[in-house]
């Protein structure tokens, strides 16, 4: 019996592969590169997956050897960039799955948030006539209003995201991104001031719990750089069931009745604003944040999924664990990474902070305005989101993130 996994995040794998083996599934890992789970594979015993390379962007390459696979009986596809490859792979082999119309959908924020608006869950529309030249910034302005964002249709990771407050950012940011390989369309919303919070839920026959929240810290503006992450959000009661509320709302306008979803908004004083929808499990330390925190292997319920079961996680009683908060580090300067100085002071401080190792010697880290150039992942644990927060902002002080700026155009090197 065996389910596999189209690539994953760079996190959370063990967990996936001990769920599997209580479940009584074999898990089969596809990838371009081992070398990226690298950090998780090293801590596995020998054995405890099958690892398969392939260009699992190659749809039917991939069919293809799913197919000689025996046993298969569910496909996970916990990334946004193998979504869609992940929706038509379950589709042509008969696997368990949501509509992979209701996936792509997801992968698209401007028909999201116009789906969102004509079921009267955001007060805006997208405006999608973003283009560089002069006669398209007058609509623009007039239906998006200022500040507004732009941004991909299809982005990732706080990529292709640019704030405009006036009329100079405009014409910046349109030029700037008619620059850009994006991986959808540009598309521009009104910006939503407040803190940013991203909601970790699951859900299963369109019905939706709330695991909790996680708050996602960003840089400065005009900057969306994810910075810190604490996990789980202490709601007051009433708040925290009227956010359930609305997440079931926001989830059942779009069709999503099944899964794990990490829905990213905004809390403004008017109420709750959807940022993105994504159809997957947190990322970076969200889904090891969420063991630890709600005591359970949540990776347990990725494996019932998609073999078409209701998720026990459904219904459990959660026995509880330690508040979570993690700090991405990110270097002073672009060039090739070198290495972390004062790991070693982490044994001395509280919260039994670690580091998560993202980018190895010898990477090139270019791009510092989002999460692209993050090396690694300081972690730390309290008894309260806020208290776990200020331990591992504390541990990412005594940390340097190191690079060689001489060495930029020749990584490795």
Not at 136 to 155: M, Q, S
Not at 188 to 208: I, K, M, N, Q
Not at 261 to 270: C, G, K, P, Q, R
């Amino acid at each position: 019996m065996t389910v596999a996994c189209l690539e994953s995040l760079t996190f959370g794998l063990g967990h996936l592969v001990r769920a599997a083996d209580r479940l009584g599934e074999r898990l089969l890992l596809l990838t371009r590169d081992p070398a990226y789970y690298a950090y998780e594979l090293d801590r596995l015993p020998a054995g405890a997956l099958d690892v398969v390379v392939t260009d699992t962007f190659d749809v039917e390459r991939t069919a293809g050897l799913l197919r000689r696979v025996p046993g298969l009986r569910g496909l996970i596809s916990s990334t946004d960039t193998w979504t869609l490859a992940g929706a038509a792979l379950t589709e042509r082999l008969g696997l368990p799955g949501l509509d992979p119309a209701v996936l792509r959908l997801t992968r698209d924020k401007a028909a999201v948030r116009n789906r969102l608006h004509d079921a009267g869950l955001t007060r805006a529309r997208a405006v999608e006539n973003a283009e560089p030249d002069r006669e398209a910034r007058g609509p623009l302005l007039k239906e998006a209003g200022l500040p507004l964002v732009l941004k991909d249709t299809a982005g990732t990771g706080s990529q292709n995201v640019w704030l405009v407050r006036d009329e100079g950012e405009l014409d910046a940011a349109l030029a700037e991104a008619s620059g850009r390989d994006l991986k959808g369309r540009l598309f521009a919303e009104p910006y939503f001031s407040g803190p940013v919070y991203s909601a970790e839920t699951l859900t299963w026959d369109g019905r939706t719990r709330l695991l909790g929240v996680s708050s996602r810290l960003m840089s400065p503006e005009p900057h969306f750089r994810e910075e810190i992450t604490a996990f789980p959000v202490a709601f007051p009661g009433p708040q925290r069931t009227s956010l359930e509320r609305w997440l079931d709302r926001v989830l059942a306008a779009i069709g999503y009745t099944d899964r794990f979803a990490h829905v990213e908004f905004v809390l403004t004083a008017d109420g709750p604003e959807v940022v993105e929808v994504n159809p997957r499990i947190g990322g970076a330390l969200v889904g090891e944040g969420m063991c630890r925190a709600l005591g359970v292997n949540v990776y347990e319920a990725m494996v019932e999924a998609a073999l078409g079961r209701r998720p026990r996680l459904m219904d459990a009683a959660l026995p509880g664990g330690p508040a979570v908060a993690f700090v991405l580090g990110y270097p002073a300067a672009p060039g090739v990474f070198t290495g972390v100085a004062g790991l070693d002071r982490l044994t001395d401080m509280p919260g039994t902070p670690a580091w998560y190792p993202v980018k190895q010697a010898g990477d090139l880290i270019e791009h510092l305005d989002d999460s692209r150039g993050y090396a690694g992942i300081v972690y730390a644990e309290a008894e309260t989101a806020e208290l776990a927060t200020h331990r591992a902002v504390a541990a990412a002080g005594a940390l340097r993130v190191r690079t060689d700026p001489a060495g930029r155009e020749a990584p490795g090197g």
